[in-house]
């Protein structure tokens, strides 16, 4: 019995050292099991235990486990709680998702594999509790065979064996076998032996689970491994869907086979589109298979509980379960949407398919569906056959009199001969015969500016804007413009030079031209590019460079030269600011009396604080006669003594505009920077027309530089832009509908620079969020702004981008809930009308053009329907602050006025149309005038 008692105590020993956490486990498993008499036995056993460096990395193990349950918990909660947005982001955020389940299921694989590294702890550490329990057996068994009784071969059943006989020895010797039973070894070694057989079941358990559910998340890896894949496919398949459409009108008038290509394309990739919703409607099968599979596992594992298996491996399992589970569910309802979806958008790809074939019939002889495109590249190309003398002026005139008026034979006639040699064309065209007249003006617009291929601000929006709702009124608008070493040359259709030369006069000498046309928004453009040693426009930049009056002298020469010598009849040339302004004077000094005297010229200025002036004698560059125009009632400035192209402009046009009404109004006094009394002295031919903007580029429902299109009957898409927009930009934010405040501006002083500034700071103190997109071309201006950009570059609320970014800029109209304009004056602008139609609403200073279209909406001297916006009249900060918190406060507190008014701004006209009328009108009269003159 001694060596029993010292077995004892050598396995109490080792059960203190390596076995505590083991059997603390293991024991409150045992608990359950057991009747509350082994429990009180198996109570007595436990004490207190020194916690050993095993138990430590056990405890560790298991609770880092735990931890990544818990972050896999978290995450799945923030994948809830983002839910409203998934069906907005779609395919974009489709992707992130992709990315958070292969996150999450690294971290369950990396929580697998503890668990596996755990079992086998568990299995290694039962090991040596086993062979301890032999060891113990065999000192037992020894110390009995001294008697000759005990087989030491099988220690497991010998156990069994080795108890009765211990019992039945003890009787024998008169000894008390019940003393026995109580005693502790005895006791122990039966506890173990239940222990481990309870380990083993356990252990099997768990590795049979952990096999399984490895095999359930590879196979759910391999799933959502293959749904990515679709993704990116499907979303390259839209790309060049989205191209290909874009495309296709491009290229339908000009080459029928292209297009018939194209058809085929699209008609090939609708059949992809298919093929990938049927894969994802296999994928959902495959869903379907492993949501079983997950259901199978999760009964297993209940029956699990019943028995007598770890409750912490149980509540493992099910965890992970419940994440694979809450997985599968979210990529299922995904996997969904996205069939749903691609079904929708293959009926209607399908239906424009069809649309387009039924018009293909037509196409070739049809003169009416032919986009502008089609008429602006006959006209340049009739042009190019004259000004390379390929054919005589008179015929010139015809065709394109005939071209202007959308006559059916010259469409035949092109299609008649597509493929041909450019002389069987010019041939087959030169046979068509003029009928009737047009009661259309040819109208030339002459400008630094146009957009998108050549933009810097509002101007090149007004040129394409005008130039387009014009076109679409009937009449025949072409563009000049510089050909800039800087330009979009990517937004120029059919861009080619022609086979001629212009001479022009600059300087005492003549000076070549290469001319080289191309379609621009539909528009037919030419683009004069000077062989002047000082490549007056090889600069990098459009403005800003030290001969700027030089440049533009010479391009305004150049320009009216090509146009004289095109032959062309034309009704207006429009000219635009001062860089442009030239033309008035040249024309009526130098070329009406050369017999190119048909046209009548506008001049609009968009803003009188860029005029212009030089010294006197650089006006002689171009050809203008000095002594002539440096008069006080002519070209020399009202201050300075210096020539002033914008009074000549003023002063030699037939039509002379600005901006808006209100500007109009400004600049007859202070506003007009010392030409208000040019401006009263011409006053009868000067009137301020606002601004239009060209909805069809600036339309948030078809806007191809949005992340989602919307309107303002579905405003779910805007707000998916503005989370879209503050990821882009690191914006981030607990509160989707935390207010975002944008200005998008040249940074000029003219802006209201320290409004700008004053906004960003009252932005954060009432708590919303401000981008400003800017760049200025004053470098110290810059340089400031780059200094507020730097303070706020780890600020999660400002974002200041300083540079121009036309693709960004219709994000931020898009993504904002206000727009601030705090202008010092404001010529007209257009970011407000932009902000208005993207539900923006706008904040600006009452000047200008904002008097004109922005209306308080607290004013009730203004009738309800006109109110848009927030209006404030001092250049004070505190002006600014007391009208930022108005508009903060309906934003917060009122969100159902709110969304009303954004609705409203959404659905004003701010279309080119009206403002289009207008022109139309004053140019109508400026001809009847001419043409009643010409008669008399
Ligand atoms: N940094 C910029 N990036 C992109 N677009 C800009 C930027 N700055 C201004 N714009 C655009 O230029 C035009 C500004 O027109 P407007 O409001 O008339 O001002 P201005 O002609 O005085 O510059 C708008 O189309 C606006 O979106």
Redesign the pocket.
């Known amino acids: 019995m001694a060596a029993c008692g010292a077995a004892a105590a050598e396995y109490s020993a080792l059960l203190s050292l390596s076995c505590g956490p083991i059997t603390r486990r293991r024991f409150a498993v045992s608990c359950r099991a057991r009747p509350p008499g082994n429990l009180s036995l198996r109570t007595s056993m436990e004490r207190p235990q020194k916690s050993t460096s095993s138990e430590d990395d056990t405890n560790g193990a298991i609770s880092q486990i735990d931890e990544k349950i818990a972050a896999i918990g978290n995450e799945q909660q923030e994948r809830s709680k983002d839910k409203h947005f998934e069906s907005d982001f779609q395919l974009e955020d489709f992707g992130e998702m992709i990315q958070n389940m292969e996150k999450n299921i690294l971290l369950l694989n990396q929580a697998r594999l503890q668990a596996i590294e755990d079992v086998d702890k568990i299995l290694t550490e039962k090991e040596a509790l086993q062979k301890k329990v032999d060891t113990l057996e065999m000192n037992l068994s020894k110390a009995l065979a001294t008697k000759g009784n005990i087989n030491t071969d099988i220690p497991g059943d010998h156990l069994e064996k080795f108890t009765k006989e211990i019992l039945i020895e003890s009787a024998l010797s008169g000894g008390n076998p019940a003393h026995l039973c109580e005693s502790p070894l005895f006791m122990e070694l039966t506890v173990l032996k239940e222990e481990n057989m309870l380990l083993k079941a356990d252990a099997q358990f768990l590795k049979a689970k952990i096999v399984e559910f490895a095999e359930t998340e590879e196979f759910l890896f391999k799933l959502e491994k293959e749904r990515s894949l679709l993704d990116a496919t499907v979303r390259e398949l839209e790309a060049r869907f989205l191209v290909a459409q874009t495309d296709i009108w491009k290229v339908v008038p000009l080459q029928y086979d292209v297009w018939m290509e194209k058809v085929e394309n699209l008609q090939h990739m609708l059949g992809c589109l298919k093929n990938h919703v049927e894969k994802y409607a296999a994928l959902l099968d495959q869903h379907d298979d492993l949501h079983d599979k997950i259901d199978e596992l999760e009964a297993s594992l209940k029956e699990g509980k019943t028995s007598e298996f770890s409750p912490y491996v149980v509540e493992l399992l099910q965890q992970k379960l419940k994440a694979a589970k809450s997985r599968h569910q979210a990529g299922h309802q995904e996997t969904n949407t996205h069939i749903q979806v691609y079904q929708q958008l293959t009926e209607e790809f399908q239906d424009n398919l069809g649309k387009l074939i039924e018009e293909s019939g037509r196409l070739e002889h049809s003169a009416n569906s032919m986009p502008s495109e089609f008429w602006s590249h006959i006209l340049l190309m009739i042009d190019g056959w004259f000004l390379e003398r390929k054919i005589p002026n008179t015929d010139a005139r015809m065709l394109r009199e005939m071209a202007w008026k959308r006559d059916d034979r010259i469409c035949e006639a092109y299609f008649a001969c597509k493929g041909a040699k450019e002389s069987d064309v010019m041939e087959t065209f030169l046979k068509l015969t003029l009928s009737g007249n047009s009661s259309g003006l040819h109208i030339v617009h002459i400008a630094a500016e146009m957009a998108p291929v050549a933009k810097v601000?509002?101007?090149a929006?007004v040129v394409a804007g005008l130039g387009k709702a014009l076109q679409t009124k009937g009449h025949l608008v072409e563009i000049v413009l510089p050909k800039y070493d800087c330009m979009q040359l990517d937004q120029i259709t059919n861009l080619k030079v022609l086979d001629v030369v212009i001479q022009s006069y600059f300087d005492g000498n003549l000076f070549s031209n290469n001319v080289w046309t191309g379609t621009v928004e539909g528009l037919p453009v030419y683009f004069i590019e000077p062989q002047h040693p000082s490549k007056f426009f090889w600069r990098a930049q459009y403005y800003g460079e030290h001969d700027d009056f030089k440049r533009y002298s010479y391009f305004s020469r150049a320009a009216l030269e090509l146009l004289y010598q095109s032959g062309k009849k034309i009704d207006i040339i429009h000219c635009h600011d001062w860089q442009t302004a030239f033309v008035a004077p040249l024309y009526w000094d130098i070329y009406a009396t050369r017999g190119f005297s048909s046209a009548r010229i506008c001049f609009t200025c968009?803003?009188f604080e860029y005029q212009g002036t030089a010294p006197a004698p650089d006006l002689s560059y171009c050809g203008l006669d000095v002594e002539q125009l440096d008069r006080p009632d002519r070209m020399q400035d009202n201050a300075h003594g210096r020539i002033n192209v914008a009074k000549g402009g003023i002063v030699y046009s037939n039509i002379v505009t600005t901006v808006s009404p209100t500007y109009a109004l400004e600049v007859r006094s202070e506003g007009g920077r010392g030409l208000q009394d040019t401006l009263k002295m011409h006053s009868r031919k000067f009137v301020g027309i606002l601004n239009g903007i060209d909805t069809g580029t600036w339309n948030p429902s078809t806007d191809r530089f949005l992340a989602v299109q919307y309107s303002a009957t579905d405003l779910q898409g805007k707000a998916a832009n503005k989370a879209f927009l503050r990821k882009q930009l690191g914006l981030y934010s607990e509160d989707a509908s935390q207010p975002l405040v944008a200005c998008?501006?040249?940074l000029v002083p003219q802006k209201g620079l320290h409004l700008i500034r004053h906004a960003i700071y009252k932005t954060a103190e009432l708590g919303g969020q401000f981008v400003l997109?800017?760049?200025s071309p004053v470098p110290h201006i810059q340089r400031e702004f780059e200094g507020v950009a730097d303070q706020f570059q780890k600020n999660n609320n400002i974002r200041l981008i300083l540079?121009?970014?036309?693709a960004?800029?219709h994000c931020i109209y898009a993504a904002s809930d206000m727009f601030i304009i705090p202008s010092m004056f404001e010529p007209?602008?257009?970011?407000q009308m932009?902000a208005m139609r993207y539900g923006s609403v706008p904040i600006v200073r009452q000047t200008g053009g904002l008097c004109d279209s922005v209306f308080d909406f607290d004013d009730e001297t203004i009738p309800v329907e006109l109110r848009n916006g927030f209006t404030f009249a001092r250049t004070d900060e505190q002006d600014l602050s007391s009208c930022l918190e108005r508009a903060f406060s309906y934003y917060s507190r009122k969100p159902m006025v709110w969304k009303q008014l954004v609705q409203k701004d959404m659905q004003i006209d701010f279309s080119w149309d009206s403002p289009a009328s207008q022109y139309e009108n004053l140019y109508q009269s400026a001809v009847a005038q001419a043409r009643g003159a010409a008669q008399t």
């Open positions: 601000g509002g101007l929006d968009h803003n998008i501006t040249r997109l800017g760049s540079k121009y970014d036309e960004l800029s007209c602008g257009l970011t932009i």
